[in-house]
C-alpha cells in the first residue's frame, strides 16, 4: 500500500491550490480517506476526510468553507481543493486512508488511520 501527494507549492494569500493523493494497493473504493497537516513547531491537525461513498464527510472548523476533500474511486485517488489560502494555512500535508469505514465522530481522528503519504509542504505567502 502506498499513498503519494502531491500538488503542494508556493502561494499568495487568496490563491487556490488543489492536492493529490494517488494510492496503490488494495481496493480503494471502500477506504475512508482524509487529510491531516503539520506547521512546524505544531502537532499534526486534522484537515478533512471522506468515507467511501462521500456519505459522511467532516472538516476541521479551521478550513470549513474554504476546502474542500473529493474523491475519484475509479482513478483511486482523493483530493483537497484549497480555497482563498492564508498565512495559517501554511504546512506539510498528509493524506491518510484505512480499510475500515468510521463513524462521523471518528474521522477526525488520527489514530484511526493505517496508511499514510510522505507529504507534499503547502506555503502561503502575504
Known amino acids: 500500500v502506498q499513498l503519494v501527494e502531491s500538488g503542494g507549492g508556493s502561494v499568495q494569500v487568496g490563491d487556490s491550490l488543489r492536492l493529490s493523493c494517488e494510492y496503490s494497493g488494495r481496493t480503494f473504493s471502500r477506504w475512508t480517506m482524509c487529510w491531516f497537516r503539520q506547521a512546524p513547531g505544531s502537532e499534526r491537525e486534522f484537515v478533512a476526510a471522506t468515507n467511501y461513498n462521500r456519505a459522511r464527510t467532516r472538516y476541521a472548523d479551521s478550513v470549513k468553507g474554504r476546502f474542500t476533500i473529493s474523491r475519484d474511486n475509479a482513478k483511486n485517488a482523493v483530493y483537497l481543493q484549497m480555497d482563498s489560502l492564508k498565512p495559517e494555512d501554511t504546512a506539510v500535508y498528509f493524506c491518510?486512508?484505512?480499510?475500515?469505514?468510521?463513524?462521523?465522530?471518528?474521522?477526525?481522528?488520527?489514530?484511526?488511520?493505517?496508511?499514510w503519504g510522505q507529504g507534499t509542504q503547502v506555503t502561503v505567502s502575504s
Open positions: 491518510a486512508g484505512t480499510t475500515r469505514g468510521l463513524i462521523s465522530s471518528s474521522l477526525g481522528l488520527m489514530g484511526e488511520y493505517d496508511y
